[in-house]
Each structure stands twice: as structure tokens, then as C-alpha cells.
């Protein structure tokens, strides 16, 4: 049987919560990241009550719906319709979201993250935690006695309470077989081990594979903080992919094997021996090492969406104006932006750059905080920082 911590912390938030209330400590019921590190992620849930005190203002079924008939946002409708789950996939129709019935449906929205600052700037305060393994936040809204079903995830998610309050149910069970032909991954037989109610700004952390069921109990948001964990398969196959590129082999360009000597085959349905010589020389000729390794892995986990499109400003600055501008407002990350880096090698939205020595430090910084103060910049830094100004990949600060 698991046993959550239980956080429970009441602080009745009166006016909705506020980035600038914001409390790591208490988001994680008084423990230390080191201690939740160690404890809790990827081995047992944690149950924070009052993680997030008065937290649930952002979003309500009207601008969640708004947000799911954008192109900008990836949204899914679940519906259970006679003992059957139905999943459809967004943009939606306006008019579809406002003639749902009163029960069985959830709708939920990925990436809210890219769409709304506020949401964006929670998503980073899972700082503790590897930018390369946060995916992004979701937000579900589901009439009362609704949810997704009794599932497990792949990932480990962070579930925060949004708006009204829901049951969740928890298993630690090992059978995870799933409803056959089931759009989602339905457990065939859930048995709970622990239920709690979750309410506004109280938050359940679950590891990954870890069986769960949440059902509305009022109309009911949940925000879930998503992490991304690449399997062998995904990571092999795109590697071959970017090795394909490395060598060339994306196109139809390259060497193609020829046979102006041939002989008549005594079988002409042997693989002749030359084709397989041939073959076996140019996959090995099919090199890579760890520098290449970490070439593939930082531009692939940088790499944007395929959904996502930045907007550059309309009017930009020129270099000059940008960097007095920067030196007043300081520098923030799109919200869309992924920057990380490995030693002294730096990859930004799926493009790899070499920097000199001068300019590692701002740029980790820039990288780890996702902005740099008001400062005055190296001219190195201010021609790439406004390179990536006028791609849409960073912005100025607030005026203050
Ligand atoms: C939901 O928000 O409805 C589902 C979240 C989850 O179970 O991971
Ligand atoms: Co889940």
C-alpha cells in the first residue's frame, strides 16, 4: 500500500493564486527537491495539499474551450458512450464543444504551456527537474462524474487541482492489461488502493505506470504537469534517421550499387554475393561517436513540435536599438523555446551552435533561468541574441 505525504497546509487564497506566490517548499508539502528526488520521483506518489493555495482562476470550461478549437493547441475529446470510449481529436467546432451533454466527457488540452504566460512560467518552476524531461502542461475540464477512465501514463505527471474538486483513486497493482480496442489505455480491472479528493490547489504526483482514476466531482479542471522520457525504440529509430541526414542519405543522390560486370547466375534467385559485399561496406562505412551522439540528442530533444510555429515581431529592432532595449528590459525565452545545452555546446529549437568561450556562462544562464537580466551584452552575445530576436525564439523584457 502507498503511503502520500500528507501536506496539509490550508491557506484559503482568497484572490486566485499568483506566480508571485509561488513557494517550491510548499509546492512540494515541505520537502526538499533533494528529498523528493530521492524519495518520491519515479518510485511512490506524493499527495501536497495546498501545493498551489487559491490556484484554479486561470482557465474555466469557456476559455479551455476557446483554446481547444485553436490550431495552436493540441485538444482531445473523450466521450464514453454505452460502456464504450470514444476519443476525438481537436481543432473543434465551437458550436461541438457548447452541445456537449451534462456527463461522460472530458476535454482536455496539451501545451496550454505555449499559450498562456502564467501557465508557461508554472511549467518552469519544475525547474528541479531537467528541462530536457518536462513535456507540458495539460488542462483537463470534465462535467461531475467524469474522467478518463481507471488508466496508468507513461511518464511521470504531476496532477494539480484546478477549478472544483475530484476524486482520485490510486493503485500501485502490477496487472496493467488493457481494454482491447480501447482509444486510450483503459485497465481491464482497477482496484484502487487509496482515493483522496483534491481540491483547488491541492496537487498528486504520480510516478510513471502508476494505475489512477480521477472523476469530477463538481464541473472540475485538472492541470497535469507532463514529462517526456524516450523510449529505445523512438530514440534508435530517430537516431538512424538523423545518421541518414549525417551521411547524405536523405535523398536519392547518393552512390547506388552497379553491376556492369555481371555474369549470367547459375540461380537467379540467389542474392549475389557482390550486392551483399556492397551492402555490408556501406553500412559500415556508417560511423558515430558520443560527440555525434550528443550532436543528435541535443538538436532531437530541442526540436520544437511539429505543431508549433514562432512569430517573429512584426517590426524589429535593429541590433543597435535591441541591445539598448535589452540592456534596459533584460531577455526572456518564448514560451515555445527549448534551449539546452551539453558542456559547452548549445541547441536551440532543433539547430545546434558552437559558441566561444566568453559567451558559455550567459548563455547557460539564459538557458537554465530562461532569462537574462537587464545587462549590458558582449557584442558576440547581442548578434546571436538578436539573430534569435528576430526569429521569434526570444523577446525583451517588461518595460519596468
Ligand atoms: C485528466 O485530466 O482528465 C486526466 C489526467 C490524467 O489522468 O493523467
Ligand atoms: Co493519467
Known amino acids: ?8 497546509a490550508r491557506h484559503a487564497g482568497t484572490n486566485g493564486f499568483r506566480m508571485s506566490d509561488f513557494s517550491l517548499s510548499r509546492l512540494l508539502g515541505g520537502i526538499t527537491p533533494e528529498n523528493f528526488l530521492a524519495e518520491y520521483w519515479q518510485k511512490k506518489p506524493l499527495l501536497v495539499r495546498q501545493a498551489l493555495p487559491g490556484f484554479g482562476d486561470w482557465l474555466d470550461r469557456r476559455s479551455l474551450s476557446e483554446l481547444a478549437c485553436s490550431d495552436d493547441a493540441e485538444s482531445r475529446l473523450v466521450r464514453f458512450q454505452r460502456g464504450q470510449c470514444l ?7 465551437p458550436e461541438a464543444l457548447q452541445k456537449l451533454p451534462k456527463r461522460n466527457w472530458s476535454l ?12 508557461d512560467q508554472l511549467l518552469h518552476r ?48 502490477t496487472d496493467l492489461t488493457t481494454v482491447d480496442d480501447a482509444p486510450l489505455r483503459i485497465l481491464r480491472d482497477f482496484q484502487a488502493e487509496q482515493t483522496w479528493e483534491l481540491e483547488p490547489g491541492d496537487m498528486l504526483y ?31 529509430g530517430q537516431f538512424f534517421n538523423y545518421l541518414q541526414d549525417q551521411h547524405g542519405l536523405g535523398d536519392d543522390t547518393g552512390e547506388r550499387y552497379a553491376d556492369p560486370d555481371l555474369r549470367r547466375p547459375a540461380h537467379p534467385a540467389e542474392i549475389p554475393a557482390e550486392l551483399l559485399q556492397w551492402t555490408e561496406r556501406a553500412i559500415r562505412e556508417i560511423r558515430w561517436d558520443k560527440a555525434l551522439i550528443t550532436d543528435f540528442l541535443g538538436r532531437y530533444l530541442s526540436e520544437p513540435k511539429a505543431h508549433v510555429f514562432f512569430d517573429p515581431p512584426c517590426k524589429p529592432l535593429a541590433a543597435l536599438a535591441f541591445g539598448k532595449s535589452a540592456a534596459r528590459r533584460g531577455l526572456v525565452l518564448d514560451a515555445r523555446s527549448q534551449l539546452l545545452f551539453s558542456g559547452k555546446v548549445f541547441f536551440m529549437n532543433g539547430e545546434r551552435l558552437e559558441t566561444t568561450a566568453r559567451l558559455v556562462t550567459p548563455l547557460r544562464a539564459l538557458a537554465d533561468d530562461r532569462k537574462l537580466p537587464p545587462c549590458t551584452l558582449d557584442p558576440d552575445l547581442l548578434g546571436l541574441l538578436h539573430t534569435w530576436y528576430q526569429a521569434g525564439y526570444l523577446h525583451l523584457g517588461e518595460e519596468h
Not at 1 to 8: E, F, L, Q, R, S
Not at 129 to 150: N, Q, T, Y
Not at 207 to 215: E, I, L, M, Q, T
Request: glycine letters at 10%; one cysteine or more.
Open 1 to 8: 500500500m502507498v503511503k502520500p505525504v500528507k501536506a496539509d
Open 87 to 93: 476519443l476525438e481529436h481537436g481543432p473543434f467546432e
Open 108 to 119: 482536455l488540452v496539451s501545451g496550454v504551456n505555449h499559450l498562456l504566460p502564467e501557465a
Open 126 to 173: 519544475f525547474n528541479f527537474l531537467p528541462h530536457a524531461r518536462l513535456d507540458d502542461l495539460m488542462v483537463s475540464f470534465a462535467p461531475p462524474g467524469a474522467g478518463v477512465g481507471p488508466h496508468f501514463d507513461s511518464y511521470d505527471v504531476f496532477l494539480i487541482q484546478g477549478r472544483g474538486r475530484r476524486r482520485w483513486e490510486i493503485s500501485g497493482q
Open 206 to 236: 504520480l510516478p510513471p505506470r502508476f494505475a489512477h482514476n480521477g472523476v469530477a466531482l463538481t464541473d472540475c479542471m485538472t492541470w497535469s504537469v507532463g514529462f517526456r522520457a524516450p523510449g529505445t525504440r523512438e530514440i534508435v
